[in-house]
T-cell receptor, first 114, second 114 residues
């Protein structure tokens, strides 16, 4: 069975600092995709970044980047120059390339302090 | 991408009553998912709703309590029946357009049962 583990229930950093959120996963599949989603207090789930497992290059989206370590089954999210609007729950998720249903981590509550 | 309109955004209901939550997608999609989310926690899948077939429920969720309709490829409803305070939660609908694809979400419904 596939599992996704986020070991940091809550983190807080000062505005403009860099923060890294951890995620590990377990799967026996060869082809899959990994995601980070953001859920601010508005409840709307927003896709932050997507990584294809067959790509060695780490995905980046502006201030957001991942460190994808396939052998270690690790998928961390780095947020650079953090902003107050980054305050949210962050969820790591996994999906096999033949599946439609995502497997979700427990989430990390990120607080950016002014 | 997709735009998903979920209604109502919030409601306060009396115990013993039922509430129907609607999700309208701006394009046709086969796979639609209904989640429950306690505040500050991860998503728990209630059921998968495919057009033209009965919904598939996860362990711990039954059709009598959470009946789902999927009359066409752009619309679905989830009913929370005979509500109790334990049903107070956030309910989210989600779609995935292709295998291995990212999920798109409605805005969520915050339900409070008194």
């Amino acid at each position: 069975a596939q599992t996704v583990t986020q070991s940091q229930p809550e983190m807080s950093v000062q505005e403009a600092e860099t923060v890294t959120l951890s995620c590990t996963y377990d799967t026996s599949e060869n082809n899959y995709y990994l995601f980070w989603y953001k859920q601010p207090p508005s409840r709307q789930m927003i896709l932050v970044i997507r990584q294809e497992a067959y790509k060695q290059q780490n995905a980046t989206e502006n201030r957001f980047s991942v460190n994808f370590q396939k052998a270690a089954k690790s998928f961390s999210l780095k947020i650079s120059d953090s902003q107050l609007g980054d305050t949210a729950m962050y969820f790591c998720a996994f999906i096999g390339d033949s599946n439609y249903q995502l497997i979700w981590g427990a989430g990390t509550k990120l607080i950016i302090k002014p | 991408s997709a735009v998903i309109s979920q209604k109502p955004s919030r409601d306060i209901c009396q115990r013993g009553t039922s509430l129907t939550i609607q999700c309208q997608v701006d394009s046709q999609v086969t796979m639609m998912f209904w989640y429950r989310q306690q505040p500050g926690q991860s998503l728990t899948l209630i059921a998968t709703a495919n057009q033209g077939s009965e919904a598939t429920y996860e362990s711990g969720f039954v059709i009598d309590k959470f009946p789902i309709s999927r009359p066409n490829l752009t619309f679905s409803t989830l009913t929370v029946s005979n509500m109790s305070p334990e049903d107070s939660s956030i309910y989210l609908c989600s779609v995935t357009f292709w295998a291995g694809g990212n999920a798109f979400f409605g805005q969520g419904t915050r339900l409070t049962v008194v």
